[in-house]
């Protein structure tokens, strides 16, 4: 199980801002990739929030890993953690609406699950997150709309590129618990931002070419705010909520993250999701809050 701890009324309002800030984040990158092509903008959220958290772990006097093996690491969890998923939930992005991008982002607990399961023992899948697992798996079989693949188009080879993209996340944090475990949380989120820049770097000038800098700047302003503030920023507010209110209780951000998302996406961009979108991700949420033991099952269940 995860852990639990009682929420304070301040970590209430970190785990709202955290988000808000990561909510926000799609509708900024739908708005860069108006001018942008895919792989330049993740290499400006992966370079940008580099340099913000390195700039932190200085101003806190963290130390510096310099074993080689562990910058190893870092472009190992920079590729499963931010190079894979950013780039195709980017390319997503293009073809299918900001709000069930981040419906199906929601996946990346339930693929968490089942990832953990394959490589610890003490994970193992238990009566309550096998419920809770399917319920998940079929909230987003409802939220994509599995009629859609019938006649295969780009939306929906996005929807796919989104989910796979939340199975990255899940072997990341397999390899994150197996190989950073001993570095504080700020220096391995920066380490992992600079392996994805180094990686990203060579792919961009040859896929994109050199990046342009006449962009609009509303351009300019998105790509400021996933930078610095929905990736920098809400990986220290990330920290900070998860020692306060423990594992379990931060995993009800990714649920908050959707609605958020979804009312951005039609304030600002005019989008209108799939009625089937709504009931999935309800399905999704409470396979969600099963997994988490925030719903009760039968007596005979409660025990796993």
Request: hydrophobic content about 55%.
């Amino acid at each position: 199980m995860t852990t639990q701890h009682s929420i304070s009324p301040r970590a209430w309002v970190e785990l709202s801002l955290l988000a808000c800030l990561w909510g926000a984040s799609f509708l900024s990158i739908r708005i860069t990739l108006n001018e942008v092509p895919v792989l330049t903008s993740v290499f400006y959220r992966c370079a940008g929030g580099a340099v913000v958290l390195w700039v932190a772990v200085l101003l806190l006097r963290l130390p510096l890993p310099r074993a080689p093996q562990v910058w190893g690491s870092f472009l190992v969890m920079g590729l499963l953690n931010n190079v894979i998923p950013f780039v195709l939930m980017a390319w997503g992005q293009l073809h299918i609406e900001t709000g069930l991008t981040s419906i199906l982002n929601a996946t990346t607990a339930i693929f968490g699950v089942l990832v953990a399961a394959l490589f610890f023992a003490d994970e193992r899948i238990t009566a309550r997150r096998a419920i809770g697992v399917a319920l998940g798996f079929l909230g987003v079989s409802t939220a994509i709309g599995l009629s859609s693949f019938a006649d295969f188009d780009p939306r929906s080879a996005a929807q796919l590129a989104v989910l796979t993209g939340t199975l990255s996340y899940a072997f990341a944090a397999v390899w994150a618990k197996q190989h950073l475990a001993g570095l504080k949380p700020q220096v391995a989120a920066a380490g992992m931002l600079t392996g994805s820049a180094l990686i990203l770097l060579p792919l961009t000038l040859v896929v994109d070419g050199v990046p342009r800098l006449d962009l609009m700047p509303v351009t300019w302003l998105a790509i400021f705010y996933y930078a610095v503030f929905a990736t920098a920023g809400a990986y220290l507010l990330y920290y900070r909520v998860l020692a306060m209110a423990g594992s379990g209780n931060l995993m009800l951000v990714t649920l908050m993250i959707p609605p958020v998302a979804i009312l951005l996406g039609a304030v600002v961009l005019g989008e209108a999701l799939p009625p089937h979108a709504y009931p999935g991700f309800a399905l999704l949420a409470l396979g969600l809050l099963i997994i988490q033991g925030r719903i009760p099952l039968p007596r005979r269940l409660r025990r796993n």
